[in-house]
């Protein structure tokens, strides 16, 4: 099955700096890559997403890049702010079920 | 509308009961998924449903059963807990019609002691 791997697992910055969390997946067949951010207490919330056909999004402080050939993608935090503090989730989407394969997890925390 | 929910929030349940976890949603989507979420293991998939009436095993099914009782409801039931289904349980719905965004609930805080 997919395998994906997230890194890293926590990640400090101060305010104002960028963050950026990598993960990598080994099924070449994958074509749909969110970003899940999981704020204490409550359920992941999607916060960007890319698919196959991109190589780059972006949203106002947020962008995720794709590297298709090398199988890894980014996500990209510019600018943090306190309330970007959270765990943050990448997925791939693998199967005909639209199932989702979750990397291990990124804990941010921006400091002041 | 409320999303998705679950109840309930926490559970403390003794080795050998059985509990069953609820989950609704009024998206009126298609797909539903229950997943557990242990430190450091991010989110591991337990059983998802593709569809009203069908439902299949994730990554780690093992201990439990599910009901999708219609479009809207997905249960899920641990027949005799061990404490290494300690953990924190979402479930999760989707419209692949629109996007492949997953919607997720609260989350239910299950110990076993």
């Known amino acids: 099955g997919e395998n994906v791997e997230q890194h890293p697992s926590t990640l400090s910055v101060q305010e104002g700096d960028s963050a950026v969390i990598k993960c990598t997946y080994s099924d070449s067949a994958s074509n749909y890559f969110p970003w899940y951010k999981q704020e204490l207490g409550k359920g992941p919330q999607l916060i960007i997403d890319?698919?196959?056909?991109?190589g780059e999004k972006k949203d106002q402080r947020i962008a995720v890049t794709l590297n298709k050939t090398a199988k890894h993608f980014s996500l990209h935090i510019t600018e943090t702010q306190p309330e970007d503090s959270a765990v943050y989730f990448c997925?791939?989407?693998?199967?005909?079920?639209?199932?989702?394969?979750f990397g291990t997890g990124t804990r941010l925390q921006v400091t002041l | 509308n409320a999303g998705v929910t679950q109840t309930p929030k926490f559970q403390v349940l003794k080795t050998g009961q059985s509990m069953t976890l609820q989950c609704a949603q009024d998206?009126?989507?298609?797909?539903m998924y229950w997943y557990r979420q242990d430190p450091g293991m991010g989110l591991r998939l337990i059983y998802y449903?593709?569809?009203?009436?069908?439902?299949d095993k994730g990554e780690v099914p093992n201990g439990y059963n599910v009901s999708r009782l219609n479009k809207r409801e997905f249960s899920l039931r641990l027949e005799s807990a061990a404490p290494s289904q300690t953990s924190v349980y979402f479930c999760?719905?989707?419209?692949?019609?629109?996007?492949?965004?997953?919607?997720f609930g609260p989350g239910t805080r299950l110990t076993v002691t």
């Open positions: 449903s593709a569809s009203e009436g069908t439902t």
């Open positions: 999760a719905s989707i419209s692949k019609e629109l996007t492949y965004e997953q919607y």
């Open positions: 890319i698919r196959s056909n991109v």
């Open positions: 997925a791939v989407l693998t199967g005909t079920a639209s199932k989702l394969t």
């Open positions: 998206m009126n989507h298609n797909s």
